[in-house]
Structures are given as structure tokens and as C-alpha cells.
């Protein structure tokens, strides 16, 4: 099963990045909302905070409570969330995520363009750390 072994591969990439330290933050893009959602399920199973604007969450909640990631979450009790879970059309546009250092692309995508913008959400103006993209 391919997608199994790219979900660990991905959830094992992003427990690597959050045991560098308390400031890393990840934005992972997938194209497909069937992925994002098992990659939730395999978040909650190894206590991964994050956080996805699905259902009754609007975006702009869940980007306050990922760019104030170092305060209080939403959740009382709950670790703030360090991991922003995007579908790739959701998150490709104006988006300014400089909180994050890593962005995550779940699989290739067929625009190059796409994969810019996604990269382009955390190296703007402002980022004062070195961004980093994995594949």
C-alpha cells in the first residue's frame, strides 16, 4: 500500500522537525482532503498539535491559533497547534505563514507554480529563519 508508507513517512518527518524544538512550526499541503484527514487520525494517534480549517473552522481561527503558536490554543488544556494541515488550493494564495520554518508537499505536484506558491508562504518578508521544503 503506497499511501501508508508516505503517511508514516510524512508523520515521521514531522515528529523529526517538532523534536528540533519548541519554535518549529510545519505546514503540510496535500492536493487530496482524504489524505489530510487520515493524516489527521495519524497525528492524533503520536500527539502531534495541529491544526486544519475543516468542518465548522474557519480559516482565520485556525491561522490565529497556528501563527500564536507559542500562547494558548483554542482548547483549554490543548497544546497549541505547531502543525498547519492545508489542502494546496486552500492554502496556495496570499497566505502569509511566516511563523513556519518547514513546509511539507504530501505528494508531487503537476504545477511547479503550485509548489512555489505553497513554498512561498513561509520566505516572505518577515521570516527571520531559514525555510525549508521536503518532498
Do not use: Y
Request: charge should be positive.
Amino acid at each position: 500500500m503506497v499511501w501508508k508508507a508516505k503517511l508514516e513517512s510524512v508523520v515521521r518527518c514531522v515528529l523529526d522537525l517538532l523534536d528540533r524544538g519548541p519554535e518549529e512550526r510545519i505546514l503540510v499541503f496535500s492536493t487530496w482532503h482524504d489524505v489530510l484527514t487520515l493524516l489527521e487520525h495519524a497525528f492524533l494517534a503520536n500527539g502531534v498539535p495541529f491544526a486544519r480549517p475543516a468542518g465548522g473552522r474557519k480559516l482565520g481561527q485556525v491561522l490565529s491559533a497556528f501563527q500564536g503558536a507559542g500562547g494558548s490554543s483554542a482548547k483549554a488544556g490543548a497544546p497549541a497547534p505547531r502543525v498547519l494541515l492545508l489542502a494546496i488550493k486552500q492554502g496556495g494564495n496570499g497566505l502569509n505563514l511566516t511563523a513556519a520554518q518547514h513546509v511539507i508537499l504530501v505528494e508531487p505536484l503537476l504545477s511547479s507554480g503550485l509548489e512555489a506558491q505553497a513554498a512561498g508562504r513561509v520566505d516572505r518578508v518577515g521570516q527571520t529563519r531559514e525555510t525549508h521544503v521536503h518532498r
